[in-house]
């Protein structure tokens, strides 16, 4: 049986719980984020392992971190996890269109499924979903909500929007 443990920390867009899975961060969820589990999933309140991620985040919304270097424990199809690798190397500050993470996976038809997978990402932020628009460079979709969305990409951008 896993251990299950989660933390609540406050950032520029509203708290962020974070829930590891024997250690190891799993999921983090946004107050009011489509896609979000019910609480009792989240397990005990420990704080113990999210030092690492706590301090990449408080980097990270600093402007100092660009690119997490976190341990994940991602639970997913084979598509997701693909897909879910594909966000984590759009750089920062930079967008990428549905369309073009399908071309990248090989599967140019793919542009549909690879936003059901980019909405179903449990660790937003770490594994910069946000990043992702639509055809014509519309924002589209995010499971935090389009103006969190929207402020991610503008705080990339040096545009901060908090």
């Not at 896609?35 to 690492?52: I, V, Y």
């Not at 793919?110 to 980019?118: D, E, F, H, I, T």
């Not at 992702?132 to 909500?145: C, N």
Request: hydrophobic share 40%; aromatic share 8%; proline share 7%.
């Amino acid at each position: 049986m896993p251990t299950i443990q989660h933390w609540v920390v406050d950032s520029p867009y509203d708290a962020l719980t974070l829930v590891a899975v024997d250690g190891v961060l799993s999921r983090i969820h946004m107050t009011d984020q489509r896609h979000r589990p019910a609480e009792e999933t989240f397990g005990a309140p420990d704080p113990s392992p999210f030092g690492e991620t706590m301090s990449q985040l408080d980097a990270y919304f600093a402007g100092d971190l660009k690119e997490f270097t976190l341990p994940l424990n991602l639970i997913g199809t084979e598509f997701q996890l693909r897909v879910w690798q594909l966000l984590t190397e759009i750089p920062y500050g930079e967008t990428r269109t549905y369309g073009e993470l399908a071309e990248a996976l090989g599967n140019p038809g793919a542009s549909r499924a690879v936003g059901l997978a980019n909405g179903k990402n449990p660790v937003s932020i770490v594994v910069p979903c946000h990043r992702v628009i639509g055809a014509g460079g519309s924002l589209t979709g995010y499971g935090g909500g389009l103006d969190r969305k929207k402020r991610l990409l503008a705080f990339e951008a040096g545009d901060v929007l908090f």
